[in-house]
């Protein structure tokens, strides 16, 4: 089992860095010739691209504190649906992670100029762009995040020690000088996930006229700047990103250690002012409205039911292959994610870089790993994989395998070793053992990871795009070419269809873990 | 384990669909729009028997996602043909040795100034950069005539849209007004652009839709993009900036086609070359909406705009192409910041 280990682990190794590995390669070549040489120090840095990166990661900075703070203060509401049905249920806001962000910001776009046209304001003012609008966007598309992690951190507080503290304290002081301060790792790790993500992305900015540090890579990538190039000008982002992967990987180490549904429900219900409501159910409405905007968009562009089923008519092979792309990195995912989250769970000093190691692929532009796949790949022994799915199903898995890892953990943590060492009493092989005690146990987290990835794979734009064999398009290709020409109707029944798939998968994944957690909620850990 | 070892042996198989075995094939890179492009690679099938197999760039990725692919490819290339929706990248893909040189029987009634000299591209027919109006909110005595308005104080700057012009036509318009007046002149006016606070957003398409929803009563857009708008029905209309007597006219931008140096299929490369460099094609897409000002007399109106006769840009596409490395550098230190 250990070779096979091993094994798993050279081909994560291979899959996520062989792409920068090359890319580092192409840019040592290009700066040892002299044509490309110049187009290579040309790329920077300059006090402009200093003065933008120090405005981007600024801009992120504040996207993240807005984010977690109307997600702390969502999670504080959440965190008392914990009985029944509403124990499941609260969970279900985070299904909105699989609209794509663009999409969202775009619905929200056509959603202000319709109620504007409805109000019969004069033209010019009706749109909405600028820094503080690029930033509520981006604390929208980001809170759900920010909603789930503190959420997993609220109910993983021992109520013993709640519950002592609102002996001599108000619900409100117990809240903010016990709950928050145990929940904080986790809290602090879904900021850090959302200047993550708000650095990385210049979409959503671009779309409300914000320039970026991102856009200024893909200004100089478009304009036919070699890639080693545009590698040296992803380098500033990686080095802000590593010390907030250390905050990330902190509190997402916490988060796992301490599943939810760990602990009992609390005895009594908490008795907030009036004033702390007021703000929950703010924050709860605008979460609601992020979902139902966008669909609600949607729905109206598709106009009919028969319009979804003409979109989806017309691009059937595009469907075919993005089902065959997402099914094959839902599944091949599995096997690297279990042993990544192997690793994540160790306790000593490797355990922290394994994190960095897992967490590092988020930090890279997608158009960059397409293009340092390539230059793996690209040789004639591999015309075969070059003229399969291999490709998209690479970039898929180099892109999100890390967060199917991040679920095996929660759930490698749930297995009892008492029943693992059951098993080796009974004389089973190792491999005997795996299959028929340790697989079982894992597998509602196999079922969501592999969920998870299958449908975030199935909305890949920036690196697919590089990789797709000719001949085969993916949904999000077909999407984005409808929206150049013009077809939002087209546009919008295949959103709805990419969205309603995402939904479902995710809802498959939540309701696996839902059920795991409901089953173990309780048992003591020898009684299982 | 299992599953994922039949996942990586039926991955091959998954492409087998593709193409039977025995059918030619022609791999063809395009920047051409899908929905104009699919029906003019069919008939290409129908005609030859040779199945072709597009990859399309999109909009998202500024349709720079082919033109890098090609450049990384370039030591074992997968494509056989370039069909570009402009020419500045076909130019730059000539530069980096990505091209080869075919000089096609179709390309003989092409005009000059539309083929490379050494043959490593020739031009089809294109698009013109326009403006584009909301008819609802702009009355037509009222309409630009220039696109030099969008520094005229009378329109408030913030009912303008442009694509922000480091990506595309927007940034060959630009590298094309560097040549015609200047270096010095054009960054002045980007410049002013900038200060003026003129909306600059995200692609052409956007524009169109930011002017038909009524967030800017007018911008500067491509006649493919107003063309889509007028398809479904948008209130607008497009105006050919400075078409007046003495005016400078505007910019054309043709699109390109190339043979790619190398190419796995380099004789169904030529075929399909010659197809799409064909008189027919040419007048499959203006009839279709895609392209709007021919290269040769093709008797043909085209859709959405009537007969308009344009006047271009007294620029070549080579001068243009000279000022784009200049023109992204100093644009992007002019908004990108």
């Known amino acids: 089992m250990r070779h096979v280990r091993n094994v798993l682990l050279a081909v994560f190794a291979v899959v996520a860095f062989g792409p920068l590995i090359a890319l580092a390669f192409a840019a040592f070549q290009q700066l040892l010739d002299p044509q490309t040489r110049e187009q290579l120090l040309a790329a920077g840095p300059s006090l402009r691209q200093v003065l933008l990166l120090l405005h981007s990661a600024a801009f992120a900075l504040s996207v993240a504190a807005g984010a977690t703070m109307l997600g702390v203060v969502a999670a504080s509401a959440l965190w008392q649906w914990s009985r029944g049905a509403w124990r499941h249920l609260r969970w279900w806001f985070l299904l909105l992670l699989f609209i794509p962000p663009y999409l969202q910001a775009q619905a929200w776009l056509s959603a202000l100029a319709m109620t504007s046209a409805a109000l019969g304001r004069a033209a010019g003012v009706a749109g909405a762009s600028g820094g503080l609008a690029a930033w509520w966007a981006e604390v929208m598309l980001y809170t759900p995040m920010t909603v789930g992690l503190a959420l997993l951190g609220l109910c993983a507080v021992e109520p013993r020690l709640l519950e002592a503290a609102r002996l001599g304290r108000s619900d409100l002081r117990a809240l903010t000088l016990v709950a928050v301060p145990l929940a904080w790792p986790q809290i602090a790790a879904a900021g850090g996930l959302v200047f993550l993500f708000s650095l990385t992305d210049y979409g959503v900015p671009s779309l409300l006229q914000v320039s970026s540090y991102p856009l200024e890579i893909f200004a100089y990538f478009s304009g036919g700047g070699p890639s080693g190039g545009a590698l040296l000008l992803s380098l500033p982002l990686l080095t802000l990103a590593v010390p907030m992967l250390a905050v990330v990987s902190g509190g997402i180490r916490a988060a796992a250690h301490k599943p939810p549904g760990a602990q009992r429900p609390l005895q009594t219900a908490f008795g907030w002012p009036w004033w702390v409501q007021l703000v929950q159910h703010v924050a709860l409405l605008l979460l609601a409205m992020q979902l139902l905007v966008p669909l609600l968009v949607l729905l109206r562009q598709a106009g009919s039911t028969s319009a979804i089923v003409r979109a989806t008519s017309l691009a059937r092979s595009e469907i075919a292959t993005t089902a065959a792309i997402a099914l094959a990195a839902g599944l091949l995912c599995l096997p690297l994610a279990y042993v990544l989250a192997q690793q994540l769970n160790r306790v000593d000093a490797h355990g922290r870089w394994w994190w960095y190691a897992t967490l590092l692929p988020a930090a890279i532009p997608a158009p960059l790993l397409g293009i340092g796949l390539i230059a793996v790949w690209n040789h004639p022994w591999a015309d075969m994989a070059l003229n399969s799915l291999l490709l998209p199903v690479l970039v898929a898995l180099a892109r999100f395998a890390p967060l199917a890892a991040l679920f095996m953990v929660a759930q490698l943590k749930r297995i009892d070793p008492l029943l693992i060492d059951a098993g080796r009493v009974f004389g089973h092989s190792e491999l005997r053992t795996w299959l028929s005690v340790h697989l079982p146990l894992l597998a509602p987290g196999l079922i969501a990871g592999g969920l998870l990835v299958a449908a975030l794979s199935a909305g890949e734009l920036g690196g697919t795009l590089i990789v797709a064999p000719p001949g085969r398009a993916t949904l999000a290709m077909r999407i984005y070419n409808y929206l150049h020409y013009g077809a939002s109707e087209n546009v919008a029944g295949l959103c709805l269809l990419l969205a309603g798939t995402a939904l479902l998968a995710a809802a498959a994944a939540f309701t696996a873990l839902s059920l795991r957690t409901s089953a173990s909620a309780g048992q003591p850990r020898g009684q299982a | ?337």
């Not at chain 2, 051409?32 to 008939?43: A, I, K, T």
């Not at chain 2, 349709?63 to 929706?85: K, S």
């Not at chain 2, 709007?292 to 271009?312: C, E, M, N, S, W």
Request: aromatic share 8%; net charge negative.
């Open chain 2, 1 to 337: 384990m299992t599953v994922s070892i039949v996942c990586l042996l039926l991955l091959p198989g998954l492409s087998a669909g593709c193409a039977s075995r025995h059918q030619p094939t022609v791999v063809v890179y395009t920047s051409v729009d899908q929905q104009y492009s699919e029906p003019v690679l069919r008939l290409f099938a129908e005609r030859t028997g040779i199945q072709a197999l597009p990859v399309y760039d999109v909009e998202a990725t500024k349709t720079t996602g082919l033109v890098n692919r090609l450049v990384a490819e370039r030591a074992h290339p997968r494509a056989d043909v370039f069909w570009n929706c402009e020419f500045a990248q076909t130019i730059l893909l000539k530069e980096q040795g990505a091209l080869a040189a075919y000089d096609s029987p179709s390309a003989e009634d092409i005009p000059q100034q539309f083929r490379d000299a050494e043959h490593y591209w020739a031009g089809t027919a294109g698009r013109a950069r326009v403006i584009v109006v909301n008819t609802n909110l702009v009355k037509p005595e009222d309409y630009p005539a220039s696109f030099r308005e969008l520094l005229d104080e009378r329109w408030p700057a913030r009912s303008l849209a442009m694509a922000l012009p480091l990506f595309g036509t927007s940034a060959t318009h630009a590298a094309a007004l560097y040549a015609l007046w200047g270096p010095e002149v054009a960054r002045r006016f980007y410049e002013r652009l900038k200060r003026r606070g003129v909306q600059m957003v995200d692609g052409n398409s956007v524009v169109r839709d930011m002017v038909a929803s009524g967030q800017a009563r007018w911008g500067l857009t491509d006649t493919d993009d107003v063309a889509a708008g007028l398809r479904r029905g948008s209130p607008i209309a497009a105006v050919f900036p400075d078409q007046a007597d003495g005016g400078e006219g505007t910019l054309v931008i043709p699109g390109t086609v190339a043979l790619i140096a190398d190419a796995p299929h380099p004789e169904e490369g030529r075929q399909l070359v010659d197809f799409l460099l064909s008189r027919e094609v040419e007048g499959l897409l203006v009839q279709a909406g895609w392209c709007h000002v021919t290269l040769r007399k093709l008797d043909i109106a085209p859709a959405y705009f009537g007969d308009v006769q344009v006047k271009a840009l007294r620029v070549s596409l080579d001068e243009a192409y000279q000022q784009l490395d200049r023109v992204k550098q100093e644009l992007r230190d002019i908004f990108v910041r």
